[in-house]
């Protein structure tokens, strides 16, 4: 692998492990969050994948592909969230053998409320990520 640019600093490399740690942390706290209401943290990524979506997207390989996992392994989670009663699949109507996925209502409450946890996080961390980041782009 080779580098571009100037070579890295020891402030780099120190903004590289404060930016590593930063986003560990923010990690730890969305998994604490969703366990706090009964998912995992694929579970909730999941569920913000299929509410963040376009209409005519929230597919399996849509899912599977915000999630980075293979299509298989998005079938046995949304599976288990239907099982939950937090997703339901239709059919597509412009493609019949197409899927979409949608929340269900309890699925809006839990994530609404875990959404709004994750932005008071993101708020909070933003000026330590901010200084990080410009400090990385200098």
């Not at 080779?2 to 942390?25: C, M, N, Q, V, W």
């Not at 999941?46 to 299509?71: F, H, M, N, W």
């Not at 288990?80 to 059919?91: D, F």
């Not at 330590?128 to 990385?136: E, N």
């Amino acid at each position: 692998m080779t580098a571009k640019g100037a070579p890295l600093t020891d402030a780099d490399y120190a903004a590289l492990a404060s930016f590593r740690h930063a986003i560990r942390e923010f990690l730890g706290f969305s998994e604490a969050r969703a366990a706090d209401v009964g998912l995992t943290p694929q579970q909730h990524q999941a569920l913000l994948a299929i509410r963040g979506s376009e209409a005519d997207q929230p597919t399996i390989g849509y899912v599977a592909e915000r999630l980075v996992l293979k299509p298989h392994s998005v079938t046995g989670l949304i599976d288990r969230l239907e099982s939950m009663e937090l997703v339901t699949r239709h059919v597509a109507e412009d493609d019949r053998r197409r899927a979409l996925l949608q929340l269900t209502p309890r699925a809006h409450d839990l994530l609404a409320a875990l959404s709004m946890a994750h932005r008071e996080e993101i708020r909070r961390i933003r000026p330590l990520l901010s200084d990080i980041l410009h400090h990385l782009g200098e």
